[in-house]
């Protein structure tokens, strides 16, 4: 094993994420997974993959699915564990974790206008998620400057402090809602 042991908060954090994404819950990730993921934000949108913006959301959560499975060993299948393994080391791999925070805030920022909006979190939080969480607290959270939105400096600071982090107290603990 590479690095130390995910913490108990981390595993926590993770766990719950990885069981949102869990689209037909049997304990692992995979291509099918992400595809229901990105199917069911674009249904939040109210678009689909056929358009620009559709496909732009689906080529970066497919491609966060190949980055993923590459980084496990390519087995098309991505068990909890494994991805604990790949959180562990991301503290020595700074530019992985901002890169994969440049495409997210890509995804979430529908209209393209550089700032993501409390809407525009809600649905992510609903995609990821698959329910519903209220977020408003969550977003005022992350919004540091308390301008009502999120730069792109903030959610990618916030992203890493999610998949990289482990302190509880870090805003970005809470980037996908509280676990």
């Known amino acids: 094993m590479l690095g130390a042991m995910a913490s108990d908060f981390q595993r926590r954090k993770i766990s ?3 069981g949102a994404m869990d689209a037909d819950g049997d304990g ?3 291509e099918a997974d ?10 939040l949108r109210g678009t ?5 913006a559709g496909e732009k959301l689906a080529a970066i959560m497919m491609g966060w699915w190949g980055t993923l499975d590459d980084a496990a060993g390519r087995g098309g299948k991505v068990g909890l564990d494994q991805v ?11 530019e992985a ?11 979430v920022d529908e209209n393209g206008d550089g700032v993501i909006s409390a809407a525009e979190y809600d649905r992510m939080i609903a995609a990821w998620n698959g329910v519903g969480t209220p977020s408003g607290d969550v977003f005022a959270l992350l919004d540091s400057d308390g301008d009502g939105r999120l730069s792109r400096e ?3 600071r916030h992203w890493f402090e999610f ?16 676990f």
């Open 163 to 178: 998949w990289a982090g482990d302190d509880p107290a870090a805003p970005g603990s809470s980037v996908f809602g509280r």
């Open 16 to 18: 719950g994420v990885f």
């Open 154 to 156: 903030e959610f990618t």
């Open 97 to 107: 974790v901002t890169g994969t925070a440049e495409a997210m805030f890509e995804a």
């Open 28 to 30: 692992f990730l995979t």
């Open 34 to 43: 992400f595809g229901a993921l990105t199917a069911r934000w674009l249904d």
């Open 84 to 94: 604990l393994e790949v959180v562990d080391v991301l503290p020595a791999m700074p």
């Open 48 to 52: 689909d993959a056929g358009t620009p």
